[in-house]
């Protein structure tokens, strides 16, 4: 929008300049009374015979015009220069919106994460990386979960085994300390008996 603008004011000031130059060479008053007098003055042998008021006249009126003409040239300089002047502002304004603009993009494009700042490339790829860290953690743990929890029930499986192991070892060895003590008791009713 800014450089349609500046196009637009030094466009206008170029077609100001040519309408200025184009009016003052095709309107031009002086040719016309130069033309005149001329025209009005008489002949005399081979040289024309000019009226002093009429030369006088057209002196000042020269003068006129020619003063009319450096203050038209005065204010178009002077509209040049403001113009100029207004333009540089105009591009000045257009330099610091365009870094603004420029620092606007920039905080838009980069993340602060723990005070750090990252582009947005850099945030993703970071927040991918870490994702893809826990789900590996994940995944990891998963797997001592089931390998711990196999070994586990292995050692539950065994000690269930043990267990009814020892069981029937103490079972037998009831039975066993059982028939010796009847053994030892028949043995002892023998002995007294043979006492008595």
Do not use: C, H
């Amino acid at each position: 929008m800014n450089k349609l603008l500046i196009t637009l004011l030094i466009f206008t000031a170029f077609t100001l300049k040519s309408n200025a130059q184009d009016s003052i060479s095709t309107t031009n008053p002086i040719q016309q009374e130069f033309q005149e007098l001329i025209e009005s003055s008489n002949n005399y042998q081979e040289y024309k015979v000019v009226n002093y008021d009429d030369l006088i006249d057209l002196r000042d009126n020269t003068n006129d015009y020619i003063q009319e003409l450096k203050d038209q040239i005065t204010v178009g300089k002077n509209t040049a220069d403001q113009q100029e002047d207004e333009i540089a502002n105009l591009e000045g304004e257009l330099k610091t919106t365009q870094q603004d603009l420029q620092k606007v993009t920039e905080e838009k494009d980069n993340i602060v994460f723990l005070g750090l700042p990252l582009t947005k490339g850099t945030y993703m790829a970071m927040m991918w990386g870490i994702v893809a860290i826990l789900i590996l953690a994940l995944l990891f743990f998963i797997y001592k979960y089931k390998n711990s929890n196999s070994v586990t029930k292995e050692a539950k499986k065994r000690l269930d085994d043990t267990e009814r192991e020892f069981d029937a070892y103490k079972k037998k060895a009831l039975e066993k300390e059982q028939r010796l003590g009847r053994l030892l008791q028949d043995e002892k009713n023998k002995v007294n008996r043979m006492n008595s």
